[in-house]
């Protein structure tokens, strides 16, 4: 079973930038495609962006493509995501999620972390 946590989130204005990270155990990390969604207060959870096992390749929605960059660093079991240009409407908790398929969609990924907060500020 892989277990994730993901931590760095925080309060931050308009513009600033973060990182978060996600840490994953398991002897086969570099096995799993990862990905980062969102949920904010009375909305579905949505899908941000996801990584190659290898970290080769990536897939982006359309809201965060050019703000937000993932990167995994295997020998970490950690796969991080940059966030810049914050805006408020990225105010959500953010999860990391495993999965076997980088294109199965969000039913796919069996392992989810407990989520981190990000709070952007107008």
């Known amino acids: 079973q892989v277990q994730l946590v993901e931590s760095g989130g925080g309060l931050v204005q308009a513009g600033d930038s973060l990182r978060l990270s996600c840490a994953g155990s398991?002897?086969?990390?570099?096995?799993?495609?990862m990905g980062w969604f969102r949920q904010a207060p009375g909305k579905e959870r949505e899908f941000v962006v996801a990584i190659s096992g290898s970290g080769a390749s990536t897939y982006y929605a359309d809201s965060v493509k050019g703000r937000f960059t993932i990167s995994r660093d295997n020998a970490k079991n950690t796969v991080y995501l940059q966030m810049n240009s914050l805006k408020p409407e990225d105010t959500a908790v953010y999860y990391c999620?495993?999965?076997?398929?980088?294109?199965?969609?969000?039913?796919?990924?069996?392992?989810w972390g407990q989520g981190t907060q990000v709070t952007v500020s107008s």
């Open positions: 999620a495993a999965t076997i398929n980088l294109y199965g969609g969000t039913s796919s990924y069996n392992y």
């Open positions: 398991g002897r086969t990390f570099s096995g799993y495609a």
